[in-house]
């Protein structure tokens, strides 16, 4: 009787055992055909919501080495001075056949709007216009395409922040590419994204900057970037003079300039052929005076 008692616990272990093996075996099999069943879905999810690309780190290859972009660590370009303006020797007055987008006089706002097409709100003061914190950019109601454009500014005299947070603005062309404007006479930032470099794209070949609250002059040679059917048939290239000095050389750019993530890059977005200048509010006090533009056949 005890043998038999035994041989029943037995089995019904192994009918146990057997019974999980089973259920696990059941478990697992699913398990394997799930993505191929899931997968519609998310395809239809991501048919209604567009998910945002993750920021990939990006490295560029220099003759100093590899850097992440916007890495403080890679080498600063060399400082230099560049000459000085007075009231009797300044460049950059516009030529006759310019178009003068703004000369200091209020009635010159009437080529700039908001970028929703409203009055801006940047002030106009002896001369110069001014960014106003949350009022947002500043553009002109024409579009460019390639061009000459000669820009004046000032970043605020009264030096407050660091880094990018000091004198920060930008000259946007085809309402699109970054020339950034930046207080970079002793401030250290990412060379990437300091004054006239083409932000997160091409780090100036000097720094060429006069001190904080003093007039200084961007020269700009810029042929547009031309989209077909979504896609980019002509890259955008730049030559950047300021004050006087040769800070990029016939750069081509190979995709946008938007920060996209501290080490990240962006890609290129489809743009009309013509677009705005448009001045960046960086939430710093930046003056512009003096901007003219020639366009240019190509
Ligand atoms: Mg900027």
New binding site residues.
Partial sequence: MRKVLVVAVGIALLGLVTGCATEEATKTKPAKVKPATAAPAKTEAAKTEPVEPKPVIQYVDTPSGRWMIHDESRPAPPVITPGTFSSTRRVGQAPSDAIVLFDGAAESMKNWTDTKGGASKWIVNEGYMESVKGAGPIQTKNGFGSCQLHVEFATPANVQGTSQGRG???VFLQGEY?V???DSFENKTYPDGQCSAL?GRSVPLVNACRKPGEWQSYDIVYHSAIFKDGKITRKPTFTIFQNGVLVQDHVTLEGGTQWNGPHAISAFRPIPDKGPVQL?D?GNPVRYRNIWVRPLQD
Wanted: net charge negative.
């Fill in positions: 920060n603005s930008g970054e950034q404007v930046l932000y960046q960086h």
